[in-house]
T-cell receptor, first 111, second 112 residues
């Protein structure tokens, strides 16, 4: 079945550590997105990519980095520069002007 | 800039109707509507394109006023399964598959 897979489902990070969240899709979608969700804030766009080896900053890119080496994969790294990383992270993909499909999310907690 | 959604929360009895509104300060190409249950991924409901084309759920309807940059989602004869948080997402008129920007959400609670 086609879809988007995010891993891990839960992730714990120590202060000062970088962590990478995985997002893989087999829908053959060109565009992929990362969103951060905090209570009462909705979905805020971190980064997005329209094609391989190209990506753009969203509204809250500071403290995050991404890569798009393959069409199927769009990993997000939460760096130590992100001072408040505890949140629910959602990855999505889309083709053309159609709807976006979301992964099941990764809940990141700083310990 | 995030779309502005209203109301922030709605409590209804099963069978009642609801309207959720969304507005943008920028010119829009398309409007997307999603519903999210707690701790789960958002699920697609409706997409409205500039020019009038629509695609979406059978029992949910929506409107898109291109001139006012506003959209409304209409939930009629609500069912318990309609409970959740509803998000509108806007894509600007710059073209391409640029980032969808979502509002803060409307919490809908349906009571028996």
């Amino acid at each position: 079945d086609g879809g988007i897979t995010q891993s891990p489902k839960y992730l714990f990070r120590k202060e000062g550590q970088n962590v990478t969240l995985s997002c893989e899709q087999n829908l053959n979608h060109d565009a992929m997105y990362w969103y951060r969700q905090d209570p009462g804030q909705g979905l805020r766009l971190i980064y997005y990519s329209q094609i391989v080896n190209d990506f753009q900053k969203g509204d809250i890119a500071e403290g995050y980095s991404v890569s798009r080496e393959k069409k199927e994969s769009f990993p997000l790294t939460v760096t130590s520069a992100q001072k408040n990383p505890t949140a629910f992270y959602l990855c999505a993909s889309r083709s053309g002007i159609a709807e976006a499909f979301f992964g099941q999310g990764t809940r990141l907690t700083v310990v | 800039q995030q779309p502005v959604q209203s109301p922030q929360a709605v409590i209804l009895r099963e069978g009642e109707d609801a309207v959720i509104n969304c507005s943008s300060s920028k010119a829009l190409y398309s409007v997307h509507w999603y519903r999210q249950k707690h701790g789960e991924a958002p699920v697609f409901l409706m997409i409205l394109l500039k020019g009038g084309e629509q695609k979406g759920h059978e029992k949910i309807s929506a409107s898109f006023n291109e001139k006012k940059q506003q959209s409304s989602l209409y939930l009629t004869a609500s069912q318990l399964s309609y409970s959740g948080t509803y998000f509108c997402g806007f894509r600007g008129s710059g073209g391409g598959a640029d980032g969808l920007t979502f509002g803060k959400g409307t919490h809908l609670i349906i009571q028996p």
